[in-house]
């Protein structure tokens, strides 16, 4: 085997999912019985829908958020026809580029950058049979995720987690095009055909001795996006954010915020920066795919953590009836609602372009 392929087998960035939950099976289950419910973490985000279980509404959980720190937004109902689409976008004060992505996201499939209103009404003649969200694009330079819980009654929470994300780039030698570039990256290459679609009309483009070429930027890592850990970044003032973003979150205990801004000084004093989602009970610390910075072992450890802390709050606010758990009928009902979508935006994810 050569040190690609070992490189890939020992670097669990790209393992499936279930590598990262099958063994901790056994330990869900433990904290179902000692809740008394297969539904404990039903009651950890009251303010958002199954307390963000990945069938909530992307478009009605940004709304808890402060305006200042919500991008502009408007919410497009399947079937919804770009006639009536635009005037809404003129009203909300959203302007070309703008991003588009479905109401209920996984993992960052057909998340687009729109450049015009040729390419929207493409997009919308392709994907519209689900409900979408149409956003400002945000331009600030860097984006991160910010993991962050705090118990009920209590005044100040935690941040457990902090995830960089690089996008995709490559950097010029003086003589080879942006095409040939990304064949010869190591992870460039593992996304070829997105990045050939989405950069088509530069692909012979010959950039300069060390000129750093961004291919993408969208962040997810279905898009090539790559998580480092940046825990080491977490201080007191950034607590002290958001904990003051918290309290103005009415329901939300539990989660990941993903955000963009402008360079890490601001964001500490909560300026430049917009919060491009809000998650829930499904987010993970994903921290934990930075294979540089830790181990396999580490990775299952620090989500057991956050299942421990996703009881903990479920416990509280049952406790305090802020939330309720949910029954063993329900979940399985939201199982098969959640694999219907799943199927359906991904038959939809494989027959994408890129571009419009």
Same mark, same amino acid.
């Given at each position: 085997m050569g040190i690609p392929g070992f490189k890939k087998i020992t670097n669990w960035e790209y393992w499936p999912s279930y590598l990262f939950y099958v063994p901790l099976l056994p330990y869900a289950f433990y904290l179902a019985l000692k809740a008394r419910s297969f539904g404990f973490f039903s009651a950890v985000? *009251?303010?958002?829908?199954?307390?963000?279980?990945?069938?909530?509404?992307?478009?009605?959980?940004?709304?808890?958020? *402060?305006?200042? +720190?919500?991008?502009?937004?408007?919410?497009?109902?399947?079937?919804?026809?770009?006639? @009536?689409? !635009? *005037?809404?976008?003129?009203?909300?004060?959203?302007?070309?580029? !703008?991003?588009?992505? *479905? @109401?209920? =996201?996984?993992?960052?499939?057909?998340?687009?950058?729109?450049?015009?209103?040729?390419?929207?009404?493409?997009?919308?003649?392709? +994907?519209?049979?689900?409900? !979408?969200?149409?956003?400002?694009?945000? @331009?600030?330079?860097?984006e991160c995720g910010i993991f962050y819980h705090r118990f009920p009654g209590k005044k100040k929470g935690k941040i457990t987690s902090i995830t960089l994300k690089k996008y995709l780039t490559v950097v010029g030698d003086g003589n080879s095009t942006i095409s040939a570039l990304i064949l010869n990256d190591e992870r460039a290459k593992r996304y070829s055909k997105y990045l050939f679609e989405l950069n088509k009309n530069s692909l012979e483009f010959i950039p300069k001795n060390k000129e750093e070429i961004v291919l993408n930027i969208i962040g997810n890592h279905s898009k090539g996006t790559q998580f480092i850990d940046g825990n080491h970044l977490i201080n007191s003032e950034l607590n002290l954010l958001l904990d003051k973003l918290n309290s103005q979150i009415e =329901?939300?205990?539990?989660?990941?915020?993903?955000?963009?801004?402008?360079?890490?000084?601001?964001?500490?004093?909560?300026?430049?920066?917009?919060?491009i989602e809000v998650n829930g009970v499904i987010s993970e610390p994903t921290h934990i795919y930075d294979a540089s910075t830790g181990s396999y072992i580490k990775a299952l450890k620090s989500i057991k953590n956050h299942w421990k802390l996703i009881y903990i709050i479920g416990i509280k606010n049952k406790k305090l009836n802020k939330g309720n758990f949910t029954n063993l009928s329900y979940l399985i009902a939201v199982y098969f609602k959640y694999k219907k979508y799943l199927k359906k935006i991904s038959a939809l994810n494989s027959n994408a372009t890129t571009s419009f």
């Open positions: 985000n *009251p303010g958002i829908e199954g307390s963000g279980n990945g069938l909530e509404s992307k478009y009605k959980t940004i709304q808890l958020l *402060p305006s200042n +720190y919500c991008p502009n937004s408007i919410y497009v109902e399947k079937g919804e026809n770009i006639q @009536d689409i !635009l *005037p809404k976008i003129t009203i909300n004060n959203i302007e070309f580029p !703008l991003i588009i992505k *479905p @109401d209920i =996201g996984f993992r960052g499939l057909l998340v687009t950058k729109i450049n015009n209103e040729n390419e929207l009404s493409a997009y919308l003649k392709k +994907y519209n049979s689900i409900n !979408l969200i149409i956003q400002e694009f945000v @331009d600030y330079q860097h =329901g939300w205990y539990y989660g990941r915020i993903d955000l963009k801004y402008n360079n890490f000084e601001e964001l500490l004093k909560g300026k430049n920066l917009k919060i």
